[in-house]
């Protein structure tokens, strides 16, 4: 007893101090007052921030200032600048993996195809062909020159060639892109052209079958011979109209010539019943140029084997828009 007795007398005015600063703390607010929610702070280390102390202890008083809190340095703030750069974070990787590149499989539309095996097993590179055609649904006029074919069996690959849009036999025919419209098909020969140069097939065409082979043949659709001998030629003299009328079409006159024939029949077999003169002519009549296409690879030898054979028609970026196998 006389020890507390002692203790209380020595310690006394401590008891009371903390005591009289309860009562003090307890009026100005407690756990409410701005001063239990303010004092320095540490930021977070980094990556988040810098790890140095920032704020100031609360000192109380009345202010004719408002007095404020310095939001960018609170922790509420430093939550969301951790929440920003976890944000950030994320952004940027959905950013990378929307950017990264990836492989597309573009499944190409058959707008052109091989129409079967053609004459593909020909030994002879003049009768060896196939055929090409371009769908009749399409629109657009699809390029067919510069496309490749490419043989399986033999590791080789060729163009297809550029070609003339109207042959004129005797003179230099310029060559031009070769473009299947909606049901064009071309016969790809892998031997020589017999006029020496790939073309379109024309009204006209027929003529150029008569003294040279073409596989498979030339249709012989020219102009009647009656016709022209109507528009170019002696039409009231009836031996020259009974001779034409006996004259086929697309052929060239070879046989003899009656005695009573004029002088201007003459001229109008040898001058106007022929390739070049039909051309000149009609050049310019609705439907003169065919839907067909004659394309010549120039060879020597035969392209594709006659058994165990893949030919695929491939476009420069490598894609095979059609195939065949037999």
């Not at 994320?90 to 095996?117: R, Y």
């Not at 003459?266 to 070049?276: C, D, I, M, R």
């Not at 120039?298 to 006659?306: D, I, R």
């Amino acid at each position: 007893m006389d020890f507390l007795k002692g203790f209380h007398g020595e310690f006394a005015w401590l008891i009371w101090g903390l005591f009289g600063l309860g009562v003090i703390w307890f009026f100005t607010g407690g756990t409410e007052s701005p001063s239990a929610h303010e004092g320095a702070y540490i930021k977070p280390l980094a990556p988040l921030d810098s790890g140095r102390v920032y704020g100031k202890y609360y000192a109380g008083g009345d202010s004719d200032t408002p007095e404020t809190l310095n939001l960018s340095q609170t922790p509420g703030n430093l939550l969301r600048k951790a929440e920003n750069l976890i944000s950030g974070f994320f952004d940027e990787s959905k950013k990378a993996e929307e950017t990264k590149p990836t492989i597309v499989i573009v499944k190409t539309l058959k707008n052109i195809f091989f129409d079967g095996i053609g004459k593909a097993k020909e030994s002879d590179p003049n009768k060896e062909y196939l055929v090409v055609e371009a769908d009749n649904s399409i629109k657009n006029s699809v390029l067919l020159s510069d496309l490749i074919l490419r043989s399986s069996s033999q590791n080789t690959a060729i163009l297809i060639p550029k070609a003339v849009k109207i042959a004129v036999l005797g003179t230099t025919m310029e060559k031009e892109n070769v473009y299947l419209s909606a049901n064009n098909r071309a016969y790809i020969t892998t031997g020589r052209s017999p006029i020496g140069n790939s073309f379109r097939v024309n009204m006209c065409s027929g003529y150029l079958d008569q003294f040279q082979d073409y596989v498979p043949d030339l249709e012989k659709n020219c102009p009647d011979p009656v016709d022209e001998l109507k528009k170019y030629g002696p039409y009231s003299d009836s031996v020259c109209l009974d001779l034409v009328e006996k004259i086929p079409r697309c052929r060239i006159y070879q046989g003899s010539l009656p005695r009573t024939l004029s002088e201007s029949c003459v001229n109008f077999l040898a001058e106007k019943l022929n390739y070049n003169a039909c051309v000149a002519n009609h050049k310019t009549d609705e439907n003169f140029l065919k839907k067909e296409w004659r394309l010549f690879l120039n060879q020597s030898t035969e392209l594709w084997q006659n058994k165990n054979e893949i030919i695929r028609l491939m476009n420069s970026a490598g894609e095979t828009l059609d195939s065949i196998n037999y």
